[in-house]
Structure formats: C-alpha cells, structure tokens
C-alpha cells in the first residue's frame, strides 16, 4: 500500500484554489495556508454597510475555461452558481459620446460599420483568425509547464506556433485590419492589462479579442466572489484543509536533501512532502526561502516587465443612477499618454483612462435597497512611491467628475461609503512585488519557457503557481495554472 502524499498550498488566490483541488483530487492531503481571513487572494470580497464589492476581477471571460474547471470534478458551473451574460458587453466614453460593444454580433458588426465603412466584414475576418489562436493557444501552448524548449519540439506544436504570429505585435495586426483609431483602440484594450503596450504584445493575444466578443462578457449572480466560493466549497469537499490569518514566514531547507523540511508560519511549523506556493513569487523566494536555495537574484526581478498595479475605489451611492451599465471604460482622454506613463516611463498619470463597474446595475443584491454599487479602477505602473490619501483624493476627483460628465448626473454629492486600494495595500495584503496588481507582463520574452519556472530548480520539493509563473495573467490563466503545476507537481514523486 503507497503512502498518502502531501502537500502545502501558499495562498488561496485562484491558483492556489485550483491546485489544491487537482492535488486533492489525485489523492493527496493537501493543507492551504492563507495570510488573509477568507480565500480569494485579489479577488477577496469587501463587505461594507451593506454593499459587497469584488476586490479583484470583475469581467468574467472565456465561460468555457470555467467550465472545464468544474468538469474535471464531475461539477458543472451551474451547480455552484448562475451566470448572466451582459448585454452590452461593456461602455466605451469618448471625448463625443460613447458606444456600446452588444453581446449580439450582427448588431456589433453594424456598429463597427458606423464607424468605418467596411470594417464588419474586417471583424468577421479577425475573429476568425482570432479563433485559431484561441483553440491552439488555450488548448495546447497553456497546458504546458514551460520548463524546456523541447515541450514545444513537435511539428503540431511548431505548426500551431506559425499560427500564433508570435513575432507580431498585436498593435499591427490590428491595423491591418482597422484604419479608425476607435476601432483600433477597441480591439487592442484587452492587452493592456496584459502588462505591455500593444506594440510590444505578440498578435497570439487576439485570442482575447475573440473571448471578449464570441466568448462573450458574463456576470456571476452575487459577484466574482461566487466562483471563489464555489471553488473553494469544491476544494472543501475534496478533502482540502484551509489555514486563514495564517501568514507563513520562513522555509526550512535540510541541505542534506535540498528539500523543505518546514514551513514555519505566524502559528506553527508545518511539514509536506511538497510545497506549492501560490503566494508571491519573488516574495516566496527573496523572503521565504534562504539566500542559497534562490533560483532567480534581485537584479533578475528588477529586469522583469511587471504588468500594471491599479489605483481603485469601492464606493456606494445612496441614490440609483439613471442609465447604469455594468462595464464602462472611459477612453476620453489619450492612451498614448497614459499608455506611456504606465510602460515607459513610469509616473503617476496626468490624465488617466480608466474603468467602471456598476454590479448592482445586473444584481440588486450587492448594494441596499435604493442604493449603487459602484467601482472604479486606473491602471498605474507598478512600483510607484507617493501612494498616500492626498494622492488618491486627488485622482478620485479627477475621474468623478468625468464620469458625472458623462452621465449628466451628480455622484459626489450621494456617496455614502467609499475605501481606496493602491499600490500600498497589493504589498500589504498580498506582499506582491512592486505593489502589482496583474503580475508579470506578457511580452514575447516573459512566455512560456521565459517565465520564472513552475518548478524551483534548486529545491527539489518546491513549486509554484499564479500569475507570475506560466501561463500568465489572468483569471483563466490562474486556474489553468493550478492544473499544470498540480501535475507536475504529481509526476515529480512518481
């Protein structure tokens, strides 16, 4: 009779939540360590005076990742929560007005032609570029653990690779399809919180092009949260143990075998035949792991193009307002400015774009009665210093006031619960690097083999999973991480 296997998950982000599961699955007792008081990580839940606000994500893309998730449990998504599909997908304001992305394609199809004669069939086209990407980049370049060059020596591999266009930049792919720069700011907004200019992201990501508007944008029925908490009741009924307000300080690595020996935390010392951290991953190495057991030095983190950290506030309205959608993104202002302040040089934006949600506009359950919910979101370079209350204050006003613009309607003067998140807290809470909110950008040379590994090449029971390791950033990705390293993880004790 074999020997149960077991193993350590740091963080229940959904990296970690997926791992642990597929683990479990695989028979193995698997404990999950959290520094915070509920699962989530970023996307954590904020209850306040009656509101609930998601935290982290909120566009749910790509159902059919989801889907496959809970499939291999024998679950379906329906078993743990309902999906809405959003309809306009999402807002975009310009400087004139504004237009609504449909979730109806012909209807979407008519709008690009109202904005430049010829581009719906231009559409049809790039999306069905867009699909190949999408079937061969999701069904067959994530699933691999990115440790060697030879995972992509095969010719369907190879073959699926020319497809990609990974030597494109996603910026030219789509001018060569669309001439107006609406419709060109349209198709390339999905990168930017990839972590690079659209000029310096591979073409292969129209694959979330085609999510975005075949796929289709969706609203969970109580919020993001309601996949965290199915994922976590999953993992709940796999056998899965949780430890929260459980902040791990230290490994123990016995030289002899080169392995962690114990994971000490704020509470107790723990012991596994694995380690799977799903926290941080410069973090879990520059200050969990001796100086000696360190695959990658400071200076290689400094040299990392991290993704955007996010300037965000969780506000309610004692009034409802008159015309609410979901998603709304404000491209009034240049990208090209604050495109330049977040990848090259990073500042403070001068005039930021960014993004609202107005969940209790689909769900009247996350807001009292009579009451908005709203959520506003800039996307920052990570990194910055100056994160204070004078600061925050001083762009929340900024973009108010463009919104109450927008709408012809007074917001200010209704807000009865507002708490701002920056920079400072994504270190605090999740002690990630450089305070980033999206991990490590998704230039051609941070893909696959070019991520920090999933697997520590100095400590032989040591892994790792999120946002930082393959595949990339990204809620789809996060739990499609989960799986492959759960099964590395499983073969390196074979």
């Not at 934006?349 to 979101?377: H, K, M, R, W």
């Amino acid at each position: 009779m074999t020997t149960q296997r077991s193993a350590l998950v740091i963080g229940s982000g959904f990296a970690g939540l997926s791992v642990a599961s597929f683990l479990a699955k695989a028979g193995w007792k698997v404990t999950v360590l959290e520094k915070n008081a509920s699962p989530g990580g970023r996307a954590r839940q904020l209850k306040a005076d009656g509101f609930l606000f998601d935290m982290g994500p909120s566009f749910y893309w790509m159902p059919d990742v989801f889907e496959r998730y809970f499939e291999q449990f024998g679950k379906k998504v329906s078993d743990y929560y309902q999906l809405d599909r959003l309809d306009p997908s999402y807002r975009v304001y310009w400087q004139e007005g504004y237009t609504d992305l449909s979730a109806d394609f012909e209807t979407l199809k008519k709008t690009f032609e109202a904005i430049e004669p010829g581009s719906g069939a231009q559409l049809e086209k790039y999306l069905q570029e867009a699909l190949v990407k999408y079937e061969v980049g999701m069904g067959r370049f994530v699933q691999k653990p990115g440790l060697s060059l030879t995972e992509f020596m095969n010719w369907e591999t190879i073959s699926g690779a020319l497809k990609l266009q990974l030597l494109t930049s996603i910026s030219k792919h789509v001018a060569h399809h669309f001439k107006h720069p609406k419709l060109r700011q349209l198709m390339e907004f999905p990168v930017l919180f990839l972590g690079a200019l659209p000029q310096d992201t591979p073409a292969l990501y129209s694959l979330m092009n085609y999510a975005d508007i075949k796929g289709g944008t969706w609203f969970p029925r109580g919020g993001m949260y309601a996949v965290v908490e199915a994922m976590y009741q999953l993992a709940i009924e796999l056998g899965v143990a949780f430890k929260f307000n459980e902040t791990v300080q230290s490994f123990t690595v016995d030289s002899a075998t080169g392995r962690i020996s114990q994971v000490v935390s704020s509470f107790g010392v723990f012991t596994a035949d694995a380690v799977v951290s799903g926290a941080d991953y410069h973090f879990t190495e520059q200050q969990l792991l001796p100086a000696a057991y360190r695959t990658y030095s400071e200076s290689y983190w400094q040299k990392r193009v991290m993704a955007p950290s996010c300037l965000m506030y969780y506000v309610g309205l004692n009034k409802k307002l008159k015309d609410p959608v979901h998603h709304s993104l404000f491209f009034d202002v240049s990208f090209a400015t604050h495109g330049h302040e977040i990848y090259k040089d990073p500042k403070w934006p001068t005039e930021p774009q960014f993004y609202v949600s107005v969940s209790s506009a689909t769900d009247s359950s996350v807001a009292p009665p009579g009451c908005e919910n709203i959520v506003f979101l800039i996307p920052v370079a990570s990194g910055l210093s100056g994160d204070d209350e004078t600061l925050r204050e001083y762009y929340f006003k900024k973009i108010v006031a463009r919104l109450e613009k927008q709408l012809g309607e007074s917001i200010m003067d209704t807000i009865i619960y507002k708490k701002m998140y920056s920079v400072a807290d994504f270190k605090d809470d999740y002690n990630s690097f450089k305070g980033n909110a999206y991990g490590l950008a998704n230039t051609l040379l941070q893909t696959a083999v070019f991520r920090p590994a999933c697997r520590s090449k100095k400590v032989g029971n040591l892994f790792y999973t999120g946002q930082l390791t393959v595949p990339g950033p990204g809620v789809p990705p996060s739990l499609i991480s989960g799986e492959v390293v759960a099964q590395v993880c499983i073969d390196a004790f074979k």
